[in-house]
């Protein structure tokens, strides 16, 4: 029995430890109101708190979104700059707004690219909830694979150099440990919202053996209804992970 009716609850033992979300369709969503594409993201941003929220509190450890993409700087000036403001409003408020007080935020990516101004709030939203033993909401920001196999690649040779560790002692893991994700277990399950079914270069070493669920709701218009759909096929799931 996944869903217990009796309790109306999931069972948090067969709930997916790490849920990744690609929050995407925005942009329609603002193009379907006839408002300008700033105010979809606006409004998808209270998506993710409210969905943040739903994960920590029906038992999910960690959830990992992609919010902007090392490929969305190609996108109008006014745009990414009025993204770069949303994203500053909301990292100055995120210990109290994004996912309750006792959620933990982390940002992975690479955040050179951003203002000293945006730099300084991750670091500090990070410091004040690490302590937090809640659900661990990760934002991927200016976040691409590529980018992050390409950085790991470089610090192992370097290490290399270094004499630190010999060719031979990089493995599986050691890659993963020099990831941007070092920190979190692979994701079991990751959502893409608007229709869209590709991973457009997100956690592609991590995402090995996720499952995967598309949804064609908008981003903005994911409720926790559509969440909880999402648990209930993860749930219906065989993973075999090779194995018979
Ligand atoms: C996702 O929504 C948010 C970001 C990529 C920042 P989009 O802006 O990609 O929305 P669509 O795909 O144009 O609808
Ligand atoms: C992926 O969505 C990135 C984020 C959701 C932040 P995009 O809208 O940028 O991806 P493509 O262009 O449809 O592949
Ligand atoms: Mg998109």
């Known amino acids: 029995m996944i869903f217990k009716k009796h309790t109306n609850a999931f069972d948090k033992e067969a709930l997916p430890k790490h849920v990744a979300i690609i929050m995407d369709g925005n942009g329609r969503w603002a193009k379907k109101h006839s408002v300008p594409r700033v105010v979809g993201h606006r409004t998808g941003a209270e998506t993710l708190k409210k969905i943040s929220k739903h994960a920590g509190k029906i038992g999910i450890k960690y959830i990992t979104v992609y919010a902007f993409s090392t490929e969305n700087w190609k996108r109008s000036e006014e745009e990414v700059s009025g993204l770069m403001g949303l994203l500053l409003h909301y990292l100055k408020t995120a210990e109290t707004e994004l996912a309750g007080d006792n959620a933990r935020i982390c940002v992975i990516g690479d955040r050179s690219r951003f203002s000293p101004e945006i730099q300084a709030e991750m670091t ?112 219906s799931r065989n993973r075999r992970f090779g194995g018979r």
């Open 124 to 235: 500090r939203v990070e410091n004040v909830t690490a302590e937090n033993d809640g659900v661990i909401v990760t934002l991927a920001l200016n976040y691409g694979s590529r980018d992050e196999m390409t950085h790991a690649v470089k610090s192992l040779a370097q290490k290399v150099l270094d004499g630190t560790i010999s060719p031979e002692a990089i493995d599986e893991k050691a890659i993963s440990e020099s990831l941007y994700t070092h920190f979190l277990p692979d994701p079991d399950l990751i959502i893409r919202t608007s229709g869209e079914m590709r991973l457009s270069n997100f956690l592609m070493w991590q995402s090995a053996y996720s499952e995967f669920y598309f949804t064609n709701k908008l981003w903005p218009d994911f409720s926790e209804k559509d969440f909880d759909a999402a648990m209930d096929a993860y749930l």
